[in-house]
Structure formats: structure tokens, C-alpha cells
């Protein structure tokens, strides 16, 4: 806890650097990882109340413990779905015995079990409480060998997840953005919205005289000097519903747009407002063609469209501080009732062959800068993969290690009547509790990560905000990724456990 305490306070103190918020979000996902093998030591402890670490009954020490020698059977024949008479299945006499969880139930309600040879008779047991809490429990007691599998996994889950959920929150903020500010039906202008190709009055007048258009707003994108250095200025004359394409997020609409209107004020978008650290009341110089102008900043309005930031101020405003009346892109509104296609034929045929200039409708931008936001982030998927790849090697190989440690012990289970597919039910169980205790914690952890991968990276580096929006399909794939990929994991050294040499493995116990 102290660890993401730590974090939490660099992400607090550290204002505007990125370098720290990416330190503070790592400090608090070690601080998650760290709390992992206390997780799992509570679930464990809560998992069988009535066991010891071991699994075997309470009131003994382990398995030579009086309780132990209280509840073991006359013969072991009886032991882990063997049959009686029997018999054990090595002539040596057996040290230890087993607990009575892993012993089946028959069917006329005793515990005794179904026979070892039976290959259904280890998934069936798993109706078997006390072989589910043993299972668990030994998650717990073998901490040391399962807690960095663990914590690996939990982290790569909360990567995912904390990645997947910030890509998400973006794309449903960048969809609803998109949808507020393409008011126009068609827009026209140069392709990729570059203010090299303007949009001559002859055509201007031709567009307004196409049925069925009822307004136009007029643009100009020019780059000027400015007190801070070259800065994007967007020059418009707005039409009715023009006005509702911006999102204020700071200052007054009710005052800013007269004031924007007469051209007495601009306004700013929020990465250049954050950038510069400029807001309502503060002024922005400009160099026009009449020396620099400071323009007072009557509002700050949201946008996606640069990170560097932009300008916008009222096209009066502009011809007369740069003496530039150039159009470079139109926006055109239809009347009630029009047929957008024909009237997109009709601006196409109004635009002179040698223009150059594109006509598209709204969904078309739309779906295109969508389509471009999916291939920009598409790479995320495969870092998504690749880090529960990792992770499942590390569960693979932590598996493997404890084969190797528990060959003895799995060798007096065998040898006492545990079947093969009981042995990999109960590894497979094992394997399950590992992935559903990583996903469990992951998902705070994730969020966690997401609120910082939203509220201070994303901010502190485009200077845009991202409304957080939490997808639960999200996180409950990322938890049924992690159990998947724990159960997988263990399903070789469950079967090399399962087929290993009984003698070989008692030999020297």
C-alpha cells in the first residue's frame, strides 16, 4: 500500500511532466502487484475454514496430526476412489496418510469414492467441496512458488485492461465529438484540409443556388505568427447551426459567441489552451497584417482535430485584421425534406473540373477519421497479447518448477489411490483459482491504470481531456483471458504430473 501511495502522490504532485505520471502509474501497479500474495493468502484462508494449509483436517499438525489419525481409514484401499480389498498400490508400507477431501462420495451418500481407473471420476470429484478447498488452500500454502505467477499474470491483465479501456473512452469520445461537430450535411474543400486550394466566389454563388440548400458556412485555415510562435488560425463564417459544433469547456457560450461574432474576441481550443496555459480573460497576440493584435480568449471549446492547438475567431474578423477574404472549405446545410444525394450530385457538378476540391458527406468523414483512429490503435491489441503471452509463460514455467519440487508428494498421492484425472482436476483447480485471483485484483488495478492513462498521460501529452468510459465487456474478458490462460498453462505439467513414474518418484521417501 505504501508503494501506490507513493504513486498516487507523484501523480498528484507532479503536475504536468509525463515522465512522472508514467512513474507514478508504475509505482501504483507495483503496489497492486505487491498486495497480490495477500490477496490470495485471505481467499485461501477463507477457502476451507475448517483445514489447515495443507488441507488436512484442524486439531494435528499436517499429516501426522492426532486429527489426522482420526478421521484415516482402516484400509487405504478406501483411499482416493480405490475400491476395497484392493489393496495399496505398492507393497511398502505407506508413512503418511491422505486427507479424507480427495475421497469421492458413493452413492449411497458414504465417502468412499469411484474407482480409480474411472477417467470421469476426477472432474466428478470436483462436486467435492473439500477437494475444491484443498485446491485452494494449497494456492496459499505453496505461495512462495504461485505469488510472482500470480502477480506476472495480474499485471498483464491490468495492462489490458487498463489499455483497452482507455481505448475505448477515447474512441466513444472522439465518435460523440465527431458527431457534434459535423453539423454540415456536405462539406467541400481541399483534400486532407490543406489552404492551398481555395473555393472561388463564382462557386460559392453557384453552390447557394442548388435546390435544396437552405445555408453555407464559409472557412478559412491559414497559419500565422503569433507571441508563442506559428499557431493554426481557422477563420469562419458560421451559418445557424453552426454554432453547436463546439463543446466549450471553458467560459461562457452565452457571452462568447456575440463577442466571437462581431470580432471582438477568439477562441481557443483545449490543447493550445493548455499548452500556453491561457483561458477566458487571458489575450493571445497574433501578427496580422497590421503589426500584432492581442485578441482577448472568450472561451475554450474541445477538439480533437490537432494536438497542437488552434484558433478560431469569426471570418469578419480575419479579412480585416490579414486582408485575406480566400475561402478553403464550405460546409453546406440542406433544407427539410432535400434528397442529400441529389443535392451532392448538384454540388459536384457546380464545382469547376480544375478545382481539385473534394465534396464529401458527414458519414463519410466520419467513418474515415473513425477508420483511422482503429488503424492507429490497432497496434494495442498486439501489445495486449503479447504481454499475456508473457504471463503465460510465466505461469507455464512456475508450473513446471513446482512439478519438479512435488514429484515426491504427488508420487505418495498417487500411491495411495489418487487417480490421474483427479490429480488433473486438481491442478487444473489450482490453475483456476491462480487466474481468477489475478483477474480479480487486475480489475481495480486496470481501472486504475486507465484513469491514469486518461486523466494525466493523455492530458499532460495532447492536452486534450477523454471522457472515461468503462466497457464491461472489457474487463470480463480480460478476466476470462486470465483464467483461460491459467488453465492452460497447467494442462502439461498437469498431464506430466499425472503420467509420471510411480516407483522413480517414492524412491528415497
Known amino acids: 500500500?505504501?508503494?501506490?501511495?507513493?504513486?498516487?502522490?507523484?501523480?498528484?504532485?507532479?503536475?504536468?511532466?509525463?515522465?512522472?505520471?508514467?512513474?507514478?502509474?508504475?509505482?501504483?501497479?507495483?503496489?497492486?502487484?505487491?498486495?497480490?500474495?495477500?490477496?490470495?493468502?485471505?481467499?485461501?484462508?477463507?477457502?476451507?475454514?475448517?483445514?489447515?494449509?495443507?488441507?488436512?483436517?484442524?486439531?494435528?499438525?499436517?499429516?501426522r496430526g492426532p486429527g489426522a489419525r482420526a478421521w484415516a481409514p482402516v484400509h487405504s484401499g478406501r483411499l482416493f476412489g480405490r475400491r476395497d480389498g484392493e489393496g495399496p498400490v505398492t507393497s511398502r508400507p505407506v508413512a503418511r496418510e491422505a486427507p479424507a477431501p480427495f475421497r469421492g462420495r458413493n452413492v449411497d451418500g458414504t465417502w468412499g469414492g469411484a474407482p480409480a481407473g474411472d477417467a470421469a471420476s476426477g472432474w466428478r470429484s470436483l462436486a467435492n467441496s473439500r477437494l475444491l478447498a484443498l485446491s485452494v488452500r494449497g494456492v496459499g500454502a505453496n505461495l512462495s512458488r504461485y505469488g510472482v505467477a500470480i502477480a506476472a499474470l495480474m499485471i498483464a491483465v491490468a495492462s489490458a485492461i487498463g489499455v483497452g479501456t482507455m481505448v475505448h473512452s477515447f474512441r466513444v469520445t472522439v465518435s460523440d465529438?465527431?458527431?457534434?461537430?459535423?453539423?454540415?450535411?456536405?462539406?467541400?474543400?481541399?483534400?486532407?484540409?490543406?489552404?492551398?486550394?481555395?473555393?472561388?466566389?463564382?462557386?460559392?454563388?453557384?453552390l447557394r443556388?442548388?435546390?435544396?440548400?437552405?445555408?453555407?458556412?464559409?472557412?478559412?485555415?491559414?497559419?500565422?505568427e503569433s507571441g508563442g510562435g506559428p499557431v493554426e488560425v481557422i477563420a469562419l463564417e458560421m451559418a445557424g447551426p453552426s454554432h453547436g459544433a463546439f463543446r466549450f469547456v471553458e467560459g461562457d457560450p452565452g457571452e462568447a459567441w456575440p463577442r466571437f461574432d462581431?470580432?471582438?474576441?477568439?477562441?481557443?481550443?483545449?490543447?493550445?489552451?493548455?499548452?500556453?496555459?491561457?483561458?477566458?480573460?487571458?489575450?493571445?497576440?497574433?501578427?496580422t497584417a497590421n503589426g500584432p493584435v492581442p485578441y482577448p480568449v472568450a472561451g475554450v471549446y474541445r477538439d480533437y482535430a490537432s494536438d497542437r492547438g488552434e484558433i478560431l475567431m469569426s471570418r469578419r474578423g480575419y479579412v480585416a485584421a490579414w486582408g485575406d477574404p480566400a475561402v478553403t472549405g464550405v460546409g453546406v446545410y440542406l433544407a427539410p425534406g432535400a434528397d442529400a444525394g441529389a443535392v451532392?450530385?448538384?454540388?459536384?457538378?457546380?464545382?469547376?473540373?480544375s478545382s481539385a476540391l473534394a465534396v464529401r458527406?458527414?458519414?463519410?468523414?466520419r467513418e474515415a477519421s473513425l477508420a483511422v483512429f482503429d488503424r492507429t490503435f490497432a497496434i494495442t491489441s498486439v501489445l495486449r497479447a503479447l504481454a499475456m503471452a508473457v504471463a503465460f509463460v510465466g505461469v507455464l514455467s512456475a508450473l513446471t518448477a513446482i512439478q519438479l519440487e512435488r514429484a515426491r508428494e504427488v508420487g505418495?498421492?498417487?500411491?495411495?489411490?489418487?487417480?490421474?484425472?483427479?490429480?488433473?482436476?486438481?491442478?487444473?483447480?489450482?490453475?483456476?483459482?491462480?487466474?481468477?485471483?489475478?483477474?480479480?485484483?487486475?480489475?481495480?488495478?486496470?481501472l486504475a491504470m486507465a484513469w491514469v492513462l486518461v486523466e494525466v498521460i493523455n492530458r499532460r501529452s495532447f492536452g486534450w481531456r477523454i471522457d472515461l468510459s468503462i466497457d464491461p465487456a472489457v474487463l470480463a474478458q480480460a478476466v476470462a483471458v486470465a483464467v483461460a490462460a491459467a488453465l492452460i498453462a497447467g494442462v502439461w505439467p498437469a498431464l506430466r504430473m499425472s503420467r509420471a513414474d510411480l516407483a522413480r518418484a517414492l524412491r528415497g521417501d
Open 177 to 206: 465529438w465527431l458527431d457534434g461537430t459535423l453539423k454540415a450535411d456536405v462539406y467541400v474543400g481541399a483534400p486532407g484540409g490543406t489552404g492551398d486550394r481555395t473555393v472561388s466566389g463564382a462557386t460559392i454563388a453557384a
Open 361 to 365: 458527406s458527414n458519414r463519410s468523414i
Open 1 to 63: 500500500m505504501g508503494l501506490a501511495g507513493a504513486g498516487c502522490a507523484i501523480l498528484w504532485l507532479s503536475e504536468r511532466s509525463v515522465a512522472w505520471g508514467f512513474a507514478g502509474m508504475l509505482a501504483v501497479v507495483g503496489g497492486a502487484a505487491l498486495l497480490t500474495p495477500f490477496v490470495t493468502l485471505a481467499v485461501t484462508a477463507l477457502a476451507a475454514p475448517g483445514t489447515n494449509g495443507s488441507g488436512a483436517p484442524e486439531g494435528g499438525s499436517g499429516w
Open 262 to 287: 462581431r470580432g471582438d474576441a477568439v477562441l481557443v481550443s483545449e490543447p493550445l489552451a493548455w499548452r500556453r496555459r491561457i483561458g477566458p480573460g487571458d489575450r493571445v497576440t497574433l501578427l
Open 209 to 224: 443556388a442548388i435546390p435544396g440548400v437552405a445555408e453555407l458556412s464559409l472557412g478559412r485555415r491559414a497559419r500565422v
Open 412 to 446: 505418495v498421492l498417487r500411491a495411495l489411490g489418487l487417480g490421474r484425472a483427479q490429480l488433473v482436476a486438481h491442478v487444473e483447480l489450482q490453475t483456476a483459482v491462480m487466474g481468477a485471483i489475478a483477474g480479480t485484483v487486475a480489475a481495480p488495478t486496470g
Open 344 to 353: 451532392t450530385a448538384a454540388v459536384r457538378t457546380a464545382l469547376p473540373p
